[in-house]
């Protein structure tokens, strides 16, 4: 069943991108697959706030996306999302297909066999940069100093050598 926020076509693209991670552009060219998974959710409520949580803005994701379009030619972005009128909002581009779906393990599915990864929070968007093996892009800043995530956070522990950091 499809969720209502997905259309029947965009889900068939996705499943066909998928498949063998082969995707060509207009013009016949092989593209990138770069999977980006951003958390909003529960992380927006003022409780999550308090505690010291913060989350990606777009320009983090825009700069996060430049990244990989100034190294590759062409590049295919899969957004999966908690927040889909934000992301939509926020987020103008041909060349991003962005995603709200039902189902944890099609995202978790998405995110692994993805080239690379953008992450914004959470160890759900984690896990999927991990089981990448690309290339990942994390939110440098995922707490606020000073609160309670902040004091007992240790980012070095948390995302490993070679990942990106990006604020």
């Given at each position: 069943m499809l969720d209502s926020n997905r259309t029947e076509a965009e889900t068939n693209h996705v499943i066909g991108v998928m498949k063998g991670l082969t995707h060509t552009t207009k013009n016949g060219a092989f593209s990138v697959l770069v999977g980006i998974h951003v958390r909003r959710g529960d992380y927006i409520?003022?409780?999550?706030?308090?505690?010291?949580?913060?989350?990606?803005?777009?320009?983090?994701?825009?700069?996060?996306?430049?990244?990989?379009?100034?190294?590759?030619?062409?590049?295919?972005?899969?957004?999966?999302?908690?927040?889909?009128?934000?992301?939509?909002?926020?987020?103008?581009?041909?060349?991003?297909?962005?995603?709200?779906?039902?189902?944890?393990a099609v995202d978790m599915c998405i995110l692994s066999k993805s080239q690379h990864v953008i992450m914004t929070v959470g160890?759900?968007?984690?896990?999927?940069?991990?089981?990448?093996?690309?290339?990942?892009?994390?939110?440098?800043?995922?707490?606020?100093?000073?609160?309670?995530?902040?004091?007992?956070?240790?980012?070095?522990?948390?995302f490993p050598p070679g990942w990106i950091a990006l604020t």
């Open positions: 409520s003022q409780n999550n706030i308090n505690y010291g949580f913060r989350i990606a803005d777009e320009n983090y994701l825009r700069n996060a996306m430049k990244l990989f379009l100034d190294e590759y030619r062409n590049v295919t972005f899969l957004m999966l999302c908690t927040d889909l009128a934000w992301c939509k909002e926020k987020i103008h581009t041909t060349n991003v297909i962005i995603f709200s779906t039902p189902v944890p160890t759900f968007g984690w896990w999927g940069a991990f089981l990448s093996r690309g290339k990942v892009v994390y939110y440098a800043s995922p707490a606020t100093s000073n609160t309670t995530y902040g004091n007992v956070l240790v980012i070095e522990d948390f």
